[in-house]
């Protein structure tokens, strides 16, 4: 069964506007974290932001938050301000569990396209 | 240090030669990962390392051997490689791989298979 689901494969917004890059997930696990990851052209990974199953409040890393909902099982990205520089593959990602050195899971990602 | 370092940058072996992948880092990290990430696609586990033992093999093929010769060192050596294993190869190591901890990504190995 699909872990992650991102359910947008590519998403337009206007330079200087907001955008919210959906993401849902599917765990029995009490214990979770949900990870941001933006990967430009040039292929590297970026981390973003984090939000832990136990968080009670969203998690904000400057223009990103991240809208948490437990009980819909979503987890979306907020970009606030979009800047051209943007312009890239945005991977939502679970780790399940305590055990030491488990996985990450990446969804199917979502392109944006930040417009001038 | 808050770098993974991959080398090469970019590969291109024939079906019949054997290369090997480094991944290195010096952030005191014990978990390291390898990924396979083919075009507008997300990355593929492939296998997990904590603390120099292999603790996750993704059911990948043999002729993808990792090594991972001490704490700072991560090795994915190639044999036998098909066309369709061409791909955006991709380290990580983060500090537990607990759940509340983010992976660090080195630039990764664009691989070509002819």
């Known amino acids: 069964a699909q872990k992650i689901t991102q359910t947008q494969p590519g998403m337009f917004v206007q330079e200087k506007e907001a955008v919210t890059l959906d993401c849902t997930y599917d765990t029995s696990d009490p214990s979770y974290g949900l990870f941001w990851y933006k990967q430009p052209s040039s292929g590297e990974m970026i981390f973003l932001i984090y939000?832990?199953?136990?968080?009670?409040q969203n998690a904000t890393e400057g223009r990103y938050s991240l809208n948490f909902q437990k009980a819909r099982k979503s987890a979306n990205l907020v970009i606030s301000a979009s800047q051209l520089g943007d312009s890239a593959m945005y991977f939502c990602?679970?780790?399940?569990?305590?055990?030491?050195?488990?996985?990450?899971?990446f969804g199917a990602g979502t392109i944006l396209r930040v417009k001038s | 240090d808050t770098e993974v370092t991959q080398t090469p940058k970019h590969l291109v072996m024939g079906m019949t030669n054997k290369k090997s992948l480094k991944c290195e880092q010096h952030m005191g990290h014990r978990a390291m990962y390898w990924y396979k990430q083919k075009a507008k696609k997300p990355p593929e586990l492939m296998f997990v390392?904590?603390?120099?033992?292999?603790?996750i093999n993704e059911s990948v093929p043999s002729r993808f051997s990792p090594e991972c010769p001490n704490s700072s060192l991560l090795n994915l050596h190639l044999h036998a490689l098909q066309p369709e294993d061409s791909a955006l190869y991709l380290c990580?190591?983060?500090?537990?791989?607990?759940?509340?901890?983010?992976?660090?990504f080195g630039q990764g190995t664009r691989l070509t298979v002819v």
């Open positions: 939000q832990g199953s136990y968080d009670q």
């Open positions: 390392y904590s603390y120099e033992k292999l603790s």
């Open positions: 990602a679970m780790r399940e569990g305590m055990e030491y050195g488990n996985k990450l899971v």
């Open positions: 990580a190591s983060s500090p537990s791989g607990l759940m509340n901890t983010e992976a660090f």
